[in-house]
């Protein structure tokens, strides 16, 4: 009894090949992003994926849309995945935001709780994405049999794949950069407990349920 959660980062944008920050501006995909989206979507035809909810920002909903085709699957989307809202830092650069003050953006991806002013945490993100897996488990009848495929962002990739894995805070920064249509991919089981016999259906209370990483930052070539 196991259920598959796959979580692929949006294709390339001008922001990522430019190096500059995005949050939730609403950016679109670069020609090498719509190329990655076509090739993750012929290579995801072997995964059994059999429901996609993507984020209804733009990067991601055309990825998806691209995969979701290609699969013959409908798609939805749920703002709850949308990408850390990065505050006063979206749409500057990399070096514009450590001119402000030096290394910050590796303060940043080194403490989960510390927020860009005006934006979000990692905690945050986590906690406002991880209901979308949650109402799944306990909604999606057909999970079990087959994989579903959240299409998301980077930062909301690594944080939701940190709070279903049950990291401390400390461990958050544990995860490297997830590059453009890579994957976190995670199973769930029923937990275990001493003395109870496995159940005849799936659990849906959090609580009950294991999740174990399979693979981070694969890429469909790997």
């Known amino acids: 009894m196991r259920r598959r959660l796959i979580l692929l980062r949006h294709g390339q944008t001008h922001y990522n090949a430019g190096r500059r920050m995005q949050g939730q501006l609403d950016t679109e995909l670069s020609e090498v992003g719509v190329e990655q989206a076509r090739a993750a979507a012929q290579l995801m035809k072997n995964l059994g994926v059999s429901k996609i909810v993507s984020s209804d920002l733009t990067r991601a909903r055309h990825t ?3 995969i979701a085709a290609s699969l013959g699957l409908e798609l939805t989307h749920d703002a709850r995945l949308r990408e850390t809202h990065l505050g006063q830092w979206q749409g500057k650069t990399h070096a514009e935001v450590d001119s402000e003050r030096g290394r910050i953006r590796a303060h940043w991806r080194n403490n989960a709780a510390w927020a860009p002013p005006a934006g979000e945490s990692r ?10 897996v949650d109402e799944l488990m306990s909604t999606y009848s057909e999970w079990d049999a087959s994989a579903v495929l959240l299409v998301a962002h980077g ?4 944080a939701l794949t940190s709070n279903l894995l049950g990291l401390r805070e400390s461990q958050y920064p544990l995860f490297n950069s997830l590059k453009n249509t890579n994957t976190s991919r995670l199973s769930a089981e029923p937990a275990y407990r001493e003395g109870e016999a496995m159940p005849a259906e799936f659990p849906t209370e959090p609580s009950a349920v294991k999740w174990y990483l399979d693979a981070w930052n694969q890429g469909f070539s790997d």
């Open 123 to 132: 905690l945050d993100v986590a906690k406002r994405a991880r209901p979308v």
């Open 64 to 66: 998806a849309e691209i």
């Open 155 to 158: 930062g909301t990739i690594s």
